[in-house]
């Protein structure tokens, strides 16, 4: 089971941390991934982290720069540190888990948590 939280209202320009943590696995040797959907739309990628033998970070683009994941593998949570936050990242996020390589596809994790709201405004 997974579990997001964090979420919350934020000014443009600020920061939150999103935490996603696992219940009843080791997020150790997963990878986790990031989305993010805005009501009407697609759930859309925004980072992962695959941890096993090393970590490797990837990045959608429009965040690149702003947005940093990392993984406690001792609390069994991965975190999303969002800085520099945007009107345009207003949106519900998501993590989510799998074995195997990072992946933008939805359609790569099985296992999902609900979603913890962003609301980006002044």
């Known amino acids: 089971q997974l579990q997001a939280s964090g979420g919350g209202l934020v000014q443009p320009g600020g920061s939150l941390r999103l935490s996603c943590a696992a219940a009843?696995?080791?997020?150790?040797?997963?990878?986790i991934g990031w989305f993010s959907q805005v009501p009407g739309k697609e759930r859309e990628w925004v980072a992962c982290v695959r941890n096993n033998r090393g970590t490797t970070y990837y990045y959608a683009d429009s965040v690149k720069g702003r947005f940093t994941i990392s993984s406690d593998n001792g609390e069994n949570t991965v975190y999303l540190q969002m800085n520099g936050l945007e009107p345009e990242d207003t949106a519900v996020y998501y993590c989510?888990?799998?074995?195997?390589?990072?992946?933008?596809?939805?359609?790569?994790?099985?296992?999902w948590g609900k979603g913890t709201l962003v609301t980006v405004s002044s």
């Open positions: 009843g696995f080791t997020l150790d040797g997963y990878v």
């Open positions: 989510a888990a799998d074995l195997g390589r990072c992946s933008f596809l939805r359609s790569a994790y099985r296992f």
